[in-house]
């Protein structure tokens, strides 16, 4: 006595998704893919039709990778660059990372340079559709079979495959070594001109 209307994808979205699924899966590195535990319950959740729970498994595997990479870089400037105001002085260390919200990661992770402004905007949109569209909130969207396969596609090119950096340890040392590192006025002077 539940309702059974509206609640799967139609068979023909679920093949065009499942035509498209290897092509963007086999860009993911093994190694990568036999981690992503959020990409085996996205293509569970795909398989039986359930778009919307595909889309936030989708989403949390792209938060996750999120956070493996700036937790790569100086988590303070990371911090400084994506949280504003008194939240911030509520954030430490790498641990902290799950107490920023998803929109302000990403605009972080944008702002330190760790994705590019036109992957921010995509997975700005991606996030808008996992709020509005998916199971994350009540609503009354249709999901189709290319979106749900493009939005994956986006969140592995720009995210996912997206590769941990000798840059980025470097910038972390740099950063590190400018914080640690007292200089004398008569240093700073040399170094200004």
């Known amino acids: 006595s539940l309702p059974i209307d509206n609640i799967f994808a139609d068979t023909q979205e ?12 086999n860009q993911i590195p093994l190694e990568v893919r036999q981690q992503s535990l959020y990409l085996s319950k996205f293509i569970a959740s ?27 870089y100086d988590i303070d400037f990371f911090y400084d660059n994506a949280v504003l105001g008194d939240d911030r002085k509520k954030l430490k260390d790498e641990k902290d990372l799950d107490k920023i ?7 972080g992770a944008k702002e330190i340079g760790l994705i590019s402004d036109l992957g ?10 996992r709020n509005w569209a998916s199971a994350a909130h009540p609503n009354n969207s249709q999901i189709r079979g290319l979106q749900l396969i493009e939005w994956l596609e986006t969140c592995v090119k720009e995210v996912i495959i997206l590769p941990f950096s000798n840059v980025t340890i470097h910038i972390k040392k740099l950063l590190e070594s400018i ?15």
């Open 101 to 107: 919200d998803d929109a302000s990661l990403i605009r």
């Open 46 to 72: 795909a398989a039986s039709g359930l778009f919307d729970a595909a889309l936030n498994y989708l989403w949390d595997e792209t938060i996750l990778q999120i956070r493996k990479r700036v937790s790569q």
């Open 179 to 193: 914080k640690n590192t007292a200089i004398s006025d008569i240093e700073a002077e040399e170094r200004s001109e």
């Open 120 to 129: 921010f905007r995509h997975l700005e949109y991606i996030n808008y559709m």
């Open 14 to 25: 679920r093949v065009k998704a499942f035509k498209n699924l290897n092509d963007v899966l």
